[in-house]
């Protein structure tokens, strides 16, 4: 079982911030595999899990704020007897441009409070996060990440999210290295033509119910000045499980 969590803040006042793009990625995978309706609700997350394309999934999303997102992480760990290596984080990263995604094996927190209690809780930070741009801040790093989307963000949103979980099925079905290799440099605009030939092979299956850690700039179209950067993206949060209890 492949365990993808993904961070995000409970409660309306978030819904659809930057912050809880971890969420929406996990809402899109849940769409396509038509487990929308069904995720089973606890203390501290909530959990829809099955089998989808080949791959079985669990896919949690901790009710608890960010800095405390370890402990459900923990508990689905041990609900679906998960070693580290089937563990994907999804988390928001404001060091990367809006819409960029950033799949890393192993690594420190970077400084988000989610992954600090991840790595605190599990006494390790040997698992592989995919981190997704949400632009990069102005004075305000803790503002920006619990801001909306521009109307402008918002019409690409939906590419980033459905990229986003690709990403997500070819890190379940290639590994966390191969998944690097083909969505790393991904960027707005380019489609799905990321897809491997393994990952088409399976049809859909219905299923009921502050910078960059690596010290990079990321770039989008090159300007003038040989770089320009898109609108981009992250730091304190607060975040759905099948287990759920504290």
Known sequence: MKVVVGLGNPGRQYAQTRHNIGWMVLDRLAERARWSDRPA???SAAIVSGR???LDLALVKPHTFMNLSGSAVRKALVRFRAPLEDLLVVVDDFALPYGRLRF????SSGGHNGLESIIGELGSARFARLRVGIGEPGRDAVDHVLSRFTREERRS???ILDAA???VEDWARLGTSNAATRWNAWMLGEGGDTETPEA??????KVEGGRDPDGAVEAGTVGPDGIRRTRTGWRKLLGWTKDGDR
């Open 41 to 43: 609700r606890g203390a």
């Open 157 to 159: 949103l939906d590419e």
């Open 104 to 107: 890393r094996e192993a690594g």
């Open 200 to 205: 088409k092979v399976d049809p859909p299956v």
């Open 165 to 167: 979980a690709d990403a």
């Open 52 to 54: 989808y394309r080949g």
